[in-house]
């Protein structure tokens, strides 16, 4: 144990030192296809090595080849942060690793997810009695929750979602055997309800704070669609839910308490590291129905099921801790801090790229994604995004909307300051000036 509690001093010591000099290192990494590769030995040691052999390791080599997600001027997709307590309780979640097959094999783990997927149904005003699971990710929580709906209604096949929804929609209905009906959006990129076909549809995906532009589909006339069908209702709420903690911005999440399940992901709004992707469900016995098979070896005397029997996968790490960690230490008041203080910044931005001439802003913005470009053609746009992300100092990403390029500052980086937006901006004109 010596060792381990000298090691873990070294290897805290250099995740808070990393934490301190982020904001030095280039944000995009510099490195080329192969780079790492070449640098690291082809084949395992025959012997053993000390853990400060990996740590040098991870510091000299690995780290240039690293892209900074936790750097303050990290503007790409949708910026993520690991908070200190959720980095300290993924430690201990490591430590403990527990395997959740079975309420038996871990009682903490299982009672704790129930009790964590409450308190932030609460934290989210979503309904009462919701059922709530962790999965790994959005992409796996939107499989789960279509598996559900098909189990209801296995003769119809279709899943309608909007032409903005994400690409993990059609990828679990290729899975599931299903087909996706696209539905055209109007002029702010929210699905067209005049345009709803619900033709042998087993679900409807609505989106709240969609990939490109974090626009708001109109989820009450969706729901109303699918109670006259009798459809299930299912929410990607994956980067906005989060936002629903500040009772301000409930407005954008009208309807989403009339839905089947809900999906928003932790690990994208919420601070706590990836990956963390919270599933509701109003009805969870569909979910069972699809998933709840139990082979005789994980039989057991208890009355109480594993959360397994609600999604695919049999093992399951501690994910609760990490997001307990986070919910104890932020409280309500500093999750709704975070949220407010990141559209404050997208605001600013936004109205800065407003003001200027030769800039334009390419959509509505909607909670703390802003989607802009430059007057002038896409090849001009590209190359100023490719320019500034070379230059280290910021990282963006781009969209396609209505066939034109568009930049998309994305803010969502616990460290992120209004200086951080301003050496963004700075950097954009001055890039762009000399295109
Ligand atoms: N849904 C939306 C709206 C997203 O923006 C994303 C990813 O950014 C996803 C789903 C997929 O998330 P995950 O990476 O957790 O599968």
Redesign the pocket.
Same mark, same amino acid.
């Given at each position: 144990m010596t060792g381990f509690r000298d090691d873990g001093r070294e290897a805290l010591e250099w995740a808070a030192r990393y934490l301190e000099r982020v904001d030095e290192l280039p944000v995009l990494s510099q490195v080329d296809p192969g780079e790492l590769r070449s640098r690291l030995p082809a084949s395992p040691p025959d012997e053993a090595e000390p853990f400060s052999a990996v740590l040098r390791d991870v510091e000299e080599i690995l780290l240039p080849a690293m892209t900074h997600w936790q750097s303050p001027r990290y503007f790409g997709?949708?910026a993520i942060s690991s908070s200190e307590p959720a980095i300290l309780a993924e430690l201990l979640a490591a430590a403990l690793n527990q395997n959740a097959i079975l309420w038996r094999t871990s009682p903490a783990s299982t009672e704790l997810e129930g009790v964590v997927l409450d308190w932030v149904a609460e934290l989210l005003a979503l309904p009462v009695g919701w059922h709530g699971h962790i999965e790994d @990710?959005?992409?796996?929580s @939107?499989l789960v929750a279509l598996a559900g709906a098909r189990e209801l209604a296995p003769e119809r096949r279709v899943v309608v979602a909007s032409e903005h929804a !994400?690409s993990?929609v059609e990828k679990a209905v290729k899975t599931l055997g299903l087909e996706l009906r696209r539905t055209p959006v109007d002029d702010a990129f929210r699905l067209r309800p005049d345009a709803l076909d619900l033709t042998g549809a087993c679900a409807v995906v609505a &989106?709240v704070? &969609? &990939?490109s532009t974090a626009s708001v589909d109109p989820v009450p006339a969706m729901a109303d669609a699918c109670v006259r069908d009798g459809v299930w209702l299912h929410v990607?709420a994956?980067?906005a839910g989060s936002a629903m903690v500040c009772p301000e911005l409930r407005w954008a999440f009208e309807g989403v308490d009339r839905a089947d399940s809900l999906v928003v992901?932790a !690990?994208?709004w919420m601070l706590v590291p990836v990956?963390c992707?919270l599933l509701w469900s109003r009805r969870p016995e569909a979910l069972r129905a699809a998933f709840g098979l139990v082979p005789e070896y994980l039989r057991t005397a208890e009355a109480t099921e594993g959360i397994g029997e609600y999604g695919l996968a049999l093992g399951r790490r501690f994910r609760s801790l990490k997001l307990w960690a986070v919910l104890r230490c932020y409280g309500r008041t500093g999750l709704q801090r975070l949220i407010r203080e990141h559209i404050r910044l997208a605001e600013l931005f936004e109205s800065w790229v407003r003001d200027e001439a030769g800039w334009e802003i390419s959509a509505p913005r909607h909670f703390s994604l802003v989607c802009f470009r430059r007057e002038g053609s896409d090849e001009a746009n590209e190359e100023l995004l490719e320019r500034v992300n070379a230059s280290g100092e910021i990282f963006l990403s781009h969209t396609k909307l209505d066939g034109r390029y568009v930049l998309r500052l994305a803010i969502g980086q616990e460290r992120t300051t209004e200086d951080d937006v301003r050496v963004a901006w700075d950097l954009l004109r001055r890039d762009a000036a000399g295109l």
């Open positions: 997709y949708f @990710t959005a992409s796996t @939107t !994400h993990s &989106t704070g &969609t &990939t990607d994956a980067y992901n !690990h994208k990956d992707s």
